[in-house]
């Protein structure tokens, strides 16, 4: 979950959409099969506080980020993806 924070945290940074934070968490499914213990699927959660962003632009940095974390990549399993937009408050 901590990589998949890390590469939305970039992806938006990159994409210049200011997050105030970025929280993942992962719920992973392992299976006891006949060769023993195997993942066989992720459900990750994605928060973010953003500001003033279009969704479809937040979205597609969500997906480029999936697609860049290595411990996703190196699972090869099923990942889905949730993911809440929380609207950032300015500071005063």
Known sequence: ASCVSLMVARELALTRIPADHVTTTADVEIVETPGGWKVTGVQMKVAAAVEGVDERIFHDAIERARGN????????????????????????
């Not at 990549?73 to 500071?91: G, S, Y």
């Open 69 to 92: 974390c290595a411990i996703s990549n190196a699972l090869q399993v099923p990942i889905k993806l949730e993911v809440d937009i929380a609207t950032a408050k300015a500071a005063d």
